[in-house]
T-cell receptor, first 114, second 114 residues
Framework: GENVEQHPSTLSVQEGDSAVIKCTYS??????FPWYKQELGKGPQLIID?????GEKKDQRIAVTLNKTAKHFSLHITETQPEDSAVYFC?????????????FGTGTRLKVLA | DAGVIQSPRHEVTEMGQEVTLRCKPI?????LFWYRQTMMRGLELLIY????????DSGMPEDRFSAKMPNASFSTLKIQPSEPRDSAVYFC????????????FGQGTRLTVV
């Protein structure tokens, strides 16, 4: 069945360094790729998303890249800060009338060391 | 808007008891999702509704699980009878205008079955 693989499962970086999280998906029909951040005791919250007709999207310190040919997409966080510490989830969605496949990756626990 | 509201935040129950989790989606959202989060399996989609109608319940693990959405502002997820392996954090999320858009998550209900 469809799945999304996410790596690494944990990531520690020094404050100010960059962090990269990678995901691969199996369903070639996937066309929407959101990234969620989950802080302790809270629900996941969208931080950035990208659609299949775009190869890259940036929002301040956060960027996402998409390679549809290789079926992988990545989250890049630059100039990391302690408040970036959280669990990050990627997801792939295949939306369409009457269907919904919103598959999450297994998550990456990011620790930003001060 | 207060966001997606779930209750209770924590639930501890004995094996065999009935458990009911509640969710109030964001007003105006036409999709509602129930997810289960565990360390082993990550975020799993259990069921989702569109305009109060269940669309896909293929993620519901067993007949012990049932979900209803009697109106646009309320949904329940019921487990009867509960088992220790049901222990997890259950999230409700809602979205507007289809599946390829941001899903807004509630704070979750942490269920412990002893």
């Amino acid at each position: 069945g469809e799945n999304v693989e996410q790596h690494p499962s944990t990531l520690s970086v020094q404050e100010g360094d960059s962090a990269v999280i990678k995901c691969t998906y199996s369903d070639s029909a996937s066309n929407y790729f959101p990234w969620y951040k989950q802080e302790l005791g809270k629900g996941p919250q969208l931080i950035i998303d990208i659609r299949s007709n775009v190869g890259e999207k940036k929002d301040q310190r956060i960027a996402v890249t998409l390679n549809k040919t290789a079926k992988h997409f990545s989250l890049h966080i630059t100039e990391t800060q302690p408040e970036d510490s959280a669990v990050y989830f990627c997801a792939a969605s295949t939306g369409g009338a009457g269907t919904y496949k919103y598959i999450f990756g297994t998550g990456t626990r990011l620790k930003v060391l001060a | 808007d207060a966001g997606v509201i779930q209750s209770p935040r924590h639930e501890v129950t004995e094996m065999g008891q009935e458990v009911t989790l509640r969710c109030k989606p964001i007003s105006g959202h036409d999709y509602l999702f129930w997810y289960r989060q565990t360390m082993m399996r990550g975020l799993e989609l259990l069921i989702y509704f569109n305009n109060n109608v269940p669309i896909d319940d293929s993620g519901m693990p067993e007949d012990r699980f049932s979900a209803k959405m009697p109106n646009a502002s309320f949904s329940t997820l019921k487990i009867q009878p509960s088992e220790p392996r049901d222990s997890a954090v259950y999230f409700c999320a809602s979205s507007l205008l289809g599946t390829n858009t941001e899903a807004f998550f509630g704070q979750g209900t942490r269920l412990t079955v002893v």
